[in-house]
């Protein structure tokens, strides 16, 4: 038997020049690294994605739509306080990361923007209950700021407004953008549309947590963070066809892939819509059952997704392609370049 994978299986290092720290000139005008089904490698570019599709596939969308999450303010003893939401619970209740000197406890007011005023009523997990004196969404629209990833070193401006968002975004909630879908703007859909590929959509809200590596070596103890998922019926519906015409399902982001194959945990045949939290680990061994293809941008040391594509394209392949990556100096992480994933026969 082999041996067990740990942490370290999925670790590599990455020149930080290497780290992207503002989009590309255009959405469509990234490099792509090619990963074909038998594990070789071919550079090209994001804006070559049809000669990659056949007749029939199918693209499948997270329409998640960043929230300006970040809130900065203070408790009513004076302390400096910094809110993250997490997740919008009710209209005026929201679970979040409250970062201050002294964590504060249930029953504490904070006053955020100058202008809101929020008590904390408990903890969740690693979470802070809030509720807040107006509706959180108007709150966050009004006064929030863009919750660029740790690794973007900028505040964020009109650019990132802009380009830290799908064209096709709709539904808020999320605190990270899907970024696999940052490449595409409304011309190359309107080109893919004209060539007869189909698309649909599925939504999972990205929280924090998919920028925390995973701090356990032993992967059998990890415990993922959750996020909500919605795969309706029109999705539904669109993949049966897709499946009876012979084409792919090909997953845009890690997590489009996260909502199938969740739902599929619950329905392996994916007859029905599902919805709910998700806690899904993919690590390799893993039995994909919906996704055939997949375009993602290049993921973090020890992280899950890192995980979810080793164990889609195949562990050794990983290391090729990630390597190959550094050596022709692709751009890293959320404003950095794509990957186009078949997954693998060797797998």
Not at 216 to 242: F, N
């Amino acid at each position: 038997m082999p041996a067990p994978l740990s942490l370290l299986d999925f670790d590599y290092v990455l020149p930080s020049e290497l780290i992207a720290q503002t989009p590309a000139a255009t959405r469509t005008s990234s490099r792509m690294l090619h990963v074909d089904a038998a594990g070789a490698l071919h550079d090209t570019q994001f804006s070559a994605l049809a000669k990659l599709l056949q007749p029939n596939d199918l693209l499948v969308f997270n329409d998640t739509r960043v929230m300006q999450a970040r809130l900065l303010g203070q408790k009513a003893t004076g302390g400096k306080v910094e809110v993250l939401i997490e997740r919008i619970t009710a209209t005026d209740e929201a679970l979040a990361h409250v970062r201050s000197s002294k964590s504060p406890g249930a029953g504490t007011a904070l006053r955020l923007a100058d202008a809101v005023d929020v008590t904390v009523l408990g903890r969740s997990d690693d979470l802070f209950v809030l509720k807040f004196n107006a509706p959180v969404l108007e709150v966050l629209e009004e006064h929030g700021a863009l919750p660029l990833p740790p690794y973007i070193t900028h505040q964020p401006d009109e650019q990132d407004m802009q380009r830290y968002q799908t064209v096709y975004a709709r539904e808020p909630g999320a605190v990270a953008a899907p970024t696999a879908g940052l490449h595409f703007d409304e011309a190359m859909l309107a080109q893919l549309e004209q060539l007869g590929i189909e698309r649909t959509f599925v939504t999972l809200h990205v929280g924090a947590g998919t920028f925390q590596p995973v701090r356990d070596g032993d992967l059998a103890k990890h415990v993922m963070h959750a996020e909500w998922y919605t795969v309706p019926d029109s999705t539904v519906q669109a993949i049966a066809r897709a499946r009876a015409a012979g084409g792919r399902v090909i997953a845009v982001g890690t997590t489009s892939v996260r909502a199938l194959e969740s739902a599929a945990t619950l329905d392996p045949t994916l007859s029905s819509p599902q919805s709910g939290d998700t806690r899904l680990f993919i690590t390799p061994g893993f039995d994909y059952k919906i996704v055939d293809a997949m375009i993602t941008n290049f993921h973090l040391p020890q992280s899950t997704l890192l995980m979810l594509v080793s164990a889609f394209i195949g562990l050794d392949t990983m290391k090729h392609a990630y390597q190959h990556a550094i050596q022709e100096r692709y751009r890293f992480f959320s404003y950095g370049d794509a990957m186009f994933l078949e997954r693998t026969t060797r797998n």
